[in-house]
Nanobody
């Protein structure tokens, strides 16, 4: 069993920045950030493998940066130039293989709310 704990969400005006953190109880091959807006399906935002290969959804490219500290079992998501459409609950997840589908991630955090006002 792997426990994941997110932090860093909050309320920010459009154009602002937030940094999300996720601490895992043990390391996994891939860690990802997903988000789910009200009434929408959960979608991937970014993912990073153990050897620091990264993936970004088109909506995140150029604005968000995912990073990982393997020694601390921690993954970060730096979010800049935030837009109202980024408003969602953001979840940290971990999995055993390279995948961008939520179904491939077997451990999830409780989520942290990000709200961006216009």
């Amino acid at each position: 069993q792997v426990q994941l704990a997110e932090s860093g969400g909050g309320f920010v005006q459009a154009g602002g920045s937030l940094r999300l953190s996720c601490v895992a109880s043990s390391s996994r091959y891939i860690m990802g950030w997903f988000r789910q807006a009200r009434g929408k399906e959960r979608e991937i935002v970014a993912a990073i493998t153990w050897n620091l290969n990264t993936y970004y959804a088109d909506s995140a490219k150029g604005r968000f940066t995912i990073s990982r500290d393997n020694a601390q079992n921690t993954v970060y998501l730096q979010m800049n130039s935030l837009k109202p459409e980024d408003t969602a609950i953001y979840y940290c997840a971990s999995g055993p293989r390279d995948s961008y589908s939520p179904r491939s991630y077997d451990y999830w955090g409780q989520g942290t709310q990000v709200t961006v006002s216009s």
